[in-house]
């Protein structure tokens, strides 16, 4: 990926919102500064994408949504080069840790058991804060609050905090309405 090959992607992928999607993710002057703002770039669409199905969900179904963003980075050689990726909670949230061979700690097994806590609540009752944690808020299109959680190896906090900046928020909206497509991959 090149500064020029990025910004050549975003024209094509986004058209007329182009410039305000380079002004939001610069694709900078360098290989390492256009992967990074490619790389916020996907994680923010795949929220949009998640913001605008929970908003959807809420208005068909009329049941309250819990969104979250996974940050903790499970332990491990690659931790550095792969962070928190697709699914990686899973094996925090049935409890699975032992099953593996990576070096989990005190801090994964605190978060595990908090994870299974919040998934066995919303199974049991469609609140993941029944037992009293009220770290999760629950999302509303006024809102628009997730969970966030971890961050580096070691970070077992969950905080509360908006899916999206409003202004990135109104740019995927607006791709959405001139015919672009969101999603995680």
Do not use: C
């Not at 939001?24 to 795949?46: C, F, I, V, W």
């Not at 699975?96 to 049991?124: C, H, I, Q």
């Not at 077992?156 to 740019?171: E, G, I, N, Q």
Request: hydrophobic fraction near 35%; glycine fraction near 10%.
């Amino acid at each position: 990926l090149t500064p020029d090959s990025y910004r050549a992607q975003i024209e094509t992928n986004y058209g007329p919102l182009a410039a305000e999607v380079l002004a939001a993710y610069p694709p900078g002057d360098s290989a390492e500064t256009a992967k990074a703002s490619r790389d916020a770039l996907a994680r923010d669409r795949g929220l949009a994408a998640m913001a605008l199905w929970a908003e959807s969900r809420q208005t068909t179904s009329g049941k309250p949504v819990y969104a979250y963003l996974w940050n903790h980075v499970e332990p491990g050689p690659e931790a550095a080069r792969y962070k928190a990726f697709h699914s990686s909670e899973i094996p925090y949230v049935f409890g699975t840790l032992d099953t593996s061979d990576r070096s989990f700690g005190d801090v994964d097994r605190a978060l595990s058991e908090r994870a299974m806590t919040w998934w066995a609540n919303w199974v049991k009752s469609g609140d993941p804060n029944a037992t009293g944690d009220h770290a999760w808020p629950q999302y509303t299109a006024g809102g628009r609050m997730i969970v966030e959680v971890g961050g580096e190896v070691g970070d077992d906090t969950a905080t509360p905090r908006p899916v999206l900046p409003a202004d990135r928020l109104d740019l995927f909206r607006r791709h959405v309405a001139n015919g672009g497509r969101l999603g995680l991959f």
